[in-house]
RNA sequence: GGGCCCGUGGCUCAGCCUGGUUAGAGCGCGCGCCUGAUAAGCGCGAGGUCCGGGGUUCGAACCCCCGCGGGCCCA
C-alpha cells in the first residue's frame, strides 16, 4: 500500500536521498546529448535567496531537466556575482567603517580578504537553499566572478573595445555616491521621493539697476559652480517690474510662469514692461550670485545661451552648472565652460569654493540660502518632493559630480546592438521589441570605473613619464598563480616599464560589477583561456531572467557581447515578472510583507512551491497568495490519490503493464485520447516557453479528467475478476496514463514524479534507474480522437445537468430513477449521447436514457414581480393578468399607455409533464423522470444499506477482501430482490434479517430506525 | 514628460498573440450530494458594464485610437 496521505516531506527527503546515494545528477549528466548552451544569470551573493530568486531558479530547473528529457546536455553551470559595493558596504559595517581611510588605514589587503569570505560563506549558504528547491545544477563547480579565469574574461572584452577605439577616459558628469565615494552608473541609482529645497534666485543682469534673471533650483549647493544660464530660444521672455515696499525691481523670466513666480515671493505689485523671445536674450551678461563668496568666480564670464531642453516649467531660465549636471556639462562643452567643479570625492567643498570650503555640501545649502537671502537674492524660499536619485546599495542621495573617468562608448554600438536586438527571440515578444530597445535606444557612454576596491581590477597601466597607456587583455601578461590573487592591492604592484623609461602604473579603479556580470557568456566558460567550450557553444541557446535585467544583465551582456563579436550573445530569452505580496506590492523588510521561500517549501513542500510559481504566466508579476499556494497542494493531494487508487488495485492483482490491453472500452479510448492531447500540448507549449501553460494542462487533465471523470467511470471494473478482458484494459489505461503524465510533468515536479516512478512505475514495468534518465513522452497523434473527445463533453455536460435536475427535484443520487431524457436539435449531441449513452445511465444512477429533438412541454409566460413591481406599482396585479393569456412573448407591450420592455418585465417557465423535473446544459436541456416507484425504492433501500454496511466496515478497519456476516433488524420486504446484491456488494457470505449481532450499530434510513450488526467471519 | 506592462465576479488568476455558441478556473460564500482513493472528494447556485469612451468588423474581453487607474523603468 501507498500511504495515505501525500505528504511533500517524506516524499522530498526520501527522494533527496536516492538521488544522492546513487549519484543520479552526474548518471543523467553523464547520458550525453544534443548540446544546450544555458547560461545562468548569476545572483548576487546576498546571503539569501528570496522568493524572486527562487522563482528565477525554478524556472532555469524547469527547462534544465526538460532539455535533458529531450535529449539534449544543457550546461548547467550555476552562477555567483562576488564582487562589488553591496558586500565592501556590508563588511564596511562589519568593521564600523565611515570612509575610504578606514578602509585604507586597515589595509586592502585584509579588507580583501574579509570581502572575498564574506562572498564565498554567502554563495555556501545560497547553494543549500537553492538545493532545497530541487534545482539541480553542477553546484560543485560553479562560475564566479572572483575567479581569475573570469576575470580575464573582463580583461579581454576591455582590451578589445580599446582596440576598436570604444574605450576612452574623459572627464564627465556622473552619478556620484560621496558616502561609497565612487562613480556609479545609471543603472546603480535608485529614485525614490524625497524633500528638498525649493528656492527662486535672481541673479543680477550686469550694467542694469535691479534687474535680475531668475532662476529655480533644488540644489543650493551647486550655485557656487554655476557658470551659466540657459534659456529657449522660442519661448516668450518678459521683464516684470516689480514693487516690494515701495521699491522697485525689474525680473526677467517665462511669460507664461511670471505670475506663478512673483505671486510666491512678497511683492505688493507687478507688471510685465517688455516682453521678448528667448534668443533676444542671447549673450546677455550677470554676475555670478556669489562672486563674493566664491572669489574664483570673478574670474569668468557670465551669461545667457540658448539649449533645446529647457521647459516653460519654473522660470523657464535654467541655472548651468557644468560641474554638476550631464546637461550642464554638455551645453558647457558646446559653449567652451570651464567644468568647475568644487566638490571633492567625500562631498565636501575644495578650497576653490571660497567660503564654503571644508564644508559637505548637503550642509551648505542652508548656509548659501542664508547669504542669497543676505544679499537680497533670494526671491522665495520653499522645499520640494520630488524623486531623487540615491545609491541603490548604501541608500545615500546621490550628486552629480564632473570627474575622470573610463567609459565603454555605447553611444556607438548602439545601431549594431538594435539591430542584433531583431535576432533575438524573446519571450514575451514584447521584452525585446519595445521594452529593451526603448532601453538600448537611450542609452549613454557606459561608466566602468569604479573608484573601489572589491572588484575586478581595470587592467590599464598609464607611464608616469610620457602618460602613454598600456591596456591589458590577458592575465598572462602578469604575474598570477593561484585563481584568487588578481585582486587588489596585490595587482597594484605591477608596475611595467614603459618605452621612454618610466614606470607604468595600475589606473586604481575597479570595474563596475555589471561589466563582470557582461561578460559571463564566454567568462563562464573561462574563455579566452580555454577556448573549446566557447567555439562548441556559444552564443546561449537560452538565458531567463526577471524584467529589472532589462536595464542589467541584459543589456551588460549585449553590449559586451557586441564589442567583442559584434553579436547578441543569447539566442533566446525568456523574461520573467516580479514577486509581489498579495496587493502587488513591492516585497520588504520595512513593510514586514517578506515571504521566505523556506516557508513555502515548509508548508506544501518543494514541489508545491514550484508548481505554484510556474502555474502562471512567467511575464506577469506573481502577488504571493498563501491560499492559491495552498490550494496548488491540495491539487497534488488529488494527484496523490488519484495515483494511489490505481496502485491499490494494480497491485493487489499483481499486475504487470506488458502491453497487454484487454478490451479497451470507450472511456478507456477517451483518456487515452486526452492524454496525448495533453501531451502535445505540453511539447507544444514548452517548445516556445510556455511554461505556465504546461503546468495548467497538467492539472486540467489528472486532476479533472482523470481522477475526477475516468476513475469514476471504472471504479466498478477494478472489482472484476483478475482476468478480465474490461479490467486488463482499464489497468492498462491508468497504467499509461500515469507512466506519460509523471514523465511529462517531472522537469516540474521533481519529486513526487521520481516518487512515483520508483514506486508505482517500475513496481509494474521496468525502467531506469530515475525517472530522469527516461525521455520526455511525445505525442501519439493517432491515438488522438477528437470527435470522442468532444462526445465526453456533452457526456459531461448531461451528467451535470442532470445532477442539477436531481438537485432541483431532490432526488439524491442513491435514489435511481426511470427516466432521463435529453433534448437536443443539434445531432452531435445526440450522437454523443447514443454513443456514451451507457456512461451517462450509469453515472446519473437512471434506468434509461432517451434522446429527443423535442420533449413535450409548455411554455408559460409569467411576469417578473422584481421589475414590474417597482415599474407599474398597484397596476402589477392587473398586468400580471394580462400575461397571463400569453401565448408567447411579444415583441413590445403597450399596458395602459406605457410601453415595457419584455425582455425584462416577462420570464419564461416550462411546464412540464406530471413527475419530470428539468435543467438544462450547453446542448439543449435534460429531463429526468422523478416519481420512484416500488421496484426502485427497493433497489434505494439496498443501496442505502450497503452504504451504511461499508461505513461499518470501515469502522472496524476490514481488509477490503475480508468476508462478514451481516445481521440487520428490518423488514426484508424493503430490499426484496437485493439481497445478492447486498451480500456480494458488502462481501457478506451470510445476511439475516433477524437480531442484529456482532459491531451493532442504530441507523436512520429516511426515517426508519435500522439496526445493522455485522462481524467478522475467519 | 516619455517607454513598457497590467486592469476580467469579494480575492488570486486563465483566456487576448491567431476576433466567432451563453466569458472560464480555483479560493471564499450558500445549498446539496457521494463515499472501500475517504480526516478526502463531488455537484449545484448566487456573484461579471471583461476599467471607460470611440473606431474597425456581420461579430470585439481579444485588433486599432483616445482617456482613466495601478506598477516598473527612464527623464
Keep these: 500500500m501507498l500511504p495515505a496521505k501525500y505528504s511533500p516531506k517524506n516524499v522530498e527527503s526520501e527522494i533527496f536521498r536516492f538521488w544522492k546515494d546513487n549519484d543520479v545528477y552526474r548518471k543523467v549528466k553523464e547520458k550525453g546529448g544534443r548540446k544546450f548552451y544555458f547560461v545562468d544569470g548569476p545572483p548576487y551573493t546576498t546571503g539569501r535567496i528570496h522568493l524572486g530568486t527562487a522563482w528565477n531558479k525554478v524556472i532555469k530547473d524547469t527547462i534544465l531537466r526538460y532539455k535533458r528529457m529531450m535529449g539534449y546536455t544543457p550546461t548547467d553551470t550555476p552562477g555567483w556575482d562576488m564582487h562589488g559595493l553591496p558586500i565592501e558596504v556590508k563588511v564596511e559595517q562589519e568593521l564600523g567603517f565611515r570612509t575610504k581611510r578606514d578602509i585604507e588605514s586597515f589595509g586592502i589587503d585584509k579588507f580583501i580578504e574579509k570581502c572575498m569570505n564574506y562572498a564565498l560563506a554567502n554563495k555556501d549558504a545560497m547553494t543549500e537553499q537553492f538545493k532545497m528547491l530541487g534545482v539541480w545544477m553542477d553546484w560543485e563547480r560553479p562560475y564566479m566572478t572572483i575567479k581569475a579565469e573570469y576575470m580575464n574574461a573582463a580583461w579581454f572584452a576591455i582590451k578589445r573595445a580599446y582596440e576598436r577605439g570604444l574605450l576612452e577616459r574623459k572627464k564627465r558628469v556622473v552619478n556620484w555616491c560621496y558616502r561609497c565615494e565612487t562613480a556609479l552608473a545609471d543603472a546603480e541609482v535608485e529614485y525614490w521621493d524625497e524633500e528638498d529645497p525649493s528656492i527662486y534666485v535672481k541673479f543680477p543682469v550686469k550694467g542694469e539697476n535691479n534687474t535680475y534673471i531668475v532662476i529655480w533650483t533644488t540644489t543650493p549647493w551647486t550655485l557656487p559652480a554655476n557658470m551659466a544660464v540657459a534659456i529657449h530660444p522660442s519661448l516668450e521672455y518678459a521683464k516684470i517690474r516689480a514693487v516690494k515696499n515701495g521699491e522697485v525691481e525689474y525680473l526677467i523670466l517665462a511669460k507664461e510662469l511670471a505670475d506663478s513666480v512673483l505671486g510666491k515671493g512678497d511683492y505688493d505689485t507687478w507688471e510685465v514692461v517688455e516682453t521678448y523671445l528667448g534668443e533676444d536674450l542671447e ?27 529647457v521647459t516653460a516649467e519654473n522660470t523657464g531660465c535654467v541655472h548651468i552648472a557644468p560641474g554638476h549636471g550631464v546637461e550642464d556639462y554638455e551645453l558647457g562643452a558646446e559653449k567652451g565652460l570651464e567644468v568647475f567643479n568644487p566638490v571633492d570625492d567625500r562631498g565636501i567643498y575644495t578650497e576653490e569654493a571660497g567660503k564654503y570650503a571644508g564644508k559637505h555640501v548637503k550642509e551648505a545649502n542652508d548656509e548659501i540660502i542664508d547669504d542669497l537671502y543676505r544679499k537680497d537674492l533670494l526671491l522665495v524660499e520653499g522645499r520640494v518632493v520630488h524623486r531623487y536619485g540615491h545609491c541603490w546599495r548604501c541608500k545615500t542621495p546621490i550628486i552629480y559630480r564632473a570627474t575622470e573617468q573610463w567609459f565603454i562608448k555605447i553611444t556607438e554600438l548602439k545601431d549594431e546592438m538594435i539591430r542584433e536586438i531583431d535576432m533575438v527571440q524573446w519571450i514575451p515578444e514584447w521584452a525585446g521589441s519595445a521594452r529593451f530597445k526603448e532601453w538600448v535606444s537611450n542609452a549613454k557612454d557606459w561608466c566602468i570605473s569604479r573608484q573601489r576596491y572589491w572588484g575586478i581590477p581595470l587592467p590599464i597601466w598609464i607611464c608616469e613619464e610620457c602618460g602613454k597607456i598600456r591596456v591589458v587583455g590577458s592575465i598572462e601578461e602578469v604575474p598570477w598563480e593561484s585563481d584568487l590573487d588578481l585582486h587588489r592591492p596585490k595587482i597594484d604592484a605591477v608596475i611595467f616599464d614603459c618605452e621612454c623609461g618610466g614606470k607604468m602604473k595600475r589606473v586604481p579603479d ?109 511575464w506577469e508579476d506573481l502577488r504571493f497568495s498563501w491560499e492559491e499556494a495552498r490550494n496548488v497542494n491540495r491539487m497534488l493531494n488529488i494527484v496523490w490519490n488519484a495515483v494511489r487508487f490505481a496502485y491499490t488495485y494494480m497491485n493487489l492483482d499483481n499486475y504487470r503493464f506488458d502491453g497487454e490491453m484487454g478490451e479497451l472500452k470507450i472511456e478507456d479510448r477517451w483518456i487515452l485520447s486526452r492524454l496525448e492531447s495533453f501531451c502535445k500540448e505540453a511539447n507544444d507549449a514548452m517548445e516556445g516557453y510556455q511554461i505556465h501553460r504546461v503546468v495548467r494542462a497538467f492539472f486540467e487533465f489528472f486532476v479533472e479528467d482523470f481522477s475526477r471523470w475516468y476513475i469514476q467511470l471504472i471504479r466498478p471494473r ?301
Design 283 to 309: 549673450g546677455l551678461e550677470y554676475e555670478h550670485p556669489l562672486a563674493d563668496e566664491v572669489p574664483i568666480q570673478k574670474k569668468w564670464r557670465h551669461q545667457v545661451f540658448f539649449a533645446d531642453f
Design 510 to 618: 575597479v570595474f563596475d560589477v555589471w561589466f563582470d556580470s557582461g561578460v559571463a557568456s564566454w567568462g563562464s566558460i573561462a574563455y579566452p583561456l580555454r577556448k573549446e567550450k566557447f567555439e562548441e557553444l556559444w552564443p546561449a541557446d537560452f538565458i531567463t531572467e526577471g524584467h529589472d535585467q532589462t536595464r542589467g544583465w541584459f543589456y551588460s551582456q549585449l553590449g559586451t557581447s557586441v564589442i567583442c563579436f559584434d553579436k547578441a550573445p543569447y539566442k533566446a530569452v525568456l523574461m520573467h515578472g516580479f514577486t509581489l505580496d498579495e496587493q502587488g506590492r513591492k516585497m520588504s523588510k520595512s513593510l514586514g510583507n517578506v515571504v521566505e521561500p523556506e516557508e513555502v517549501v515548509g508548508q506544501i513542500g518543494a514541489d508545491g512551491f514550484r508548481l505554484y510559481v510556474l502555474y502562471s504566466a512567467p
Design 718 to 1018: 477494478v472489482w472484476e475478476e483478475r482476468d478480465s478482458p474490461s479490467k486488463i484494459a482499464a489497468y492498462y489505461t491508468m497504467f499509461r496514463v500515469i507512466d506519460r503524465t509523471m514523465r511529462i510533468i517531472a522537469p516540474f515536479a521533481p519529486f513526487i514524479s521520481e516518487w512515483f516512478y520508483q514506486h508505482v512505475i517500475k513496481r509494474f514495468r521496468d525502467g531506469k534507474e530515475s525517472i530522469f534518465l527516461e525521455s520526455y513522452p511525445e505525442p501519439e497523434i493517432e491515438l488522438i480522437n477528437s470527435e470522442l473527445e468532444e462526445a465526453m463533453k456533452v457526456a459531461k455536460d448531461v451528467v451535470e445537468a442532470a445532477s442539477n435536475a436531481r438537485n432541483k427535484a431532490k432526488r439524491k443520487l442513491r435514489w435511481p430513477l426511470r427516466e432521463l431524457v435529453v433534448e437536443s436539435e443539434n445531432e452531435k449531441v445526440r450522437k454523443a449521447v447514443e454513443l456514451l449513452e451507457e456512461i451517462i445511465r450509469y453515472q446519473c444512477n437512471v434506468k434509461n436514457v432517451r434522446v429527443v429533438t423535442s420533449f413535450e412541454k409548455e411554455v408559460v409566460i409569467k411576469p417578473n414581480y422584481k421589475v414590474i413591481g417597482p415599474l407599474l406599482k398597484d397596476k402589477a396585479g392587473k398586468f400580471a393578468d394580462y400575461v397571463s393569456n400569453l401565448k408567447e412573448i411579444p415583441e413590445k407591450i403597450e399596458f395602459e399607455g406605457e410601453e415595457i420592455d419584455s425582455r425584462e418585465a416577462l420570464v419564461v417557465d416550462y411546464k412540464l409533464p406530471e413527475g419530470y423535473e428539468y435543467a438544462d446544459f450547453p446542448g439543449g436541456f435534460v429531463y429526468i423522470y422523478k416519481e420512484l416507484d416500488d421496484e426502485l425504492i427497493r433497489e434505494a433501500y439496498a443501496r442505502e444499506l450497503i452504504r451504511r454496511i461499508q461505513e461499518m466496515r470501515k469502522e472496524l478497519d476490514l481488509d477490503v477482501e475480508e468476508f462478514i456476516g451481516t445481521t440487520v433488524e428490518m423488514d426484508p420486504e424493503l430490499v426484496e430482490g437485493w439481497e445478492d446484491y447486498i451480500k456480494s456488494e458488502t462481501r457478506s457470505e451470510k445476511l439475516i434479517f433477524g437480531k442484529a449481532e456482532g459491531y451493532v450499530k442504530v441507523w436512520d434510513i429516511e426515517g426508519k430506525k435500522v439496526k445493522i450488526g455485522i462481524k467478522r467471519m475467519s
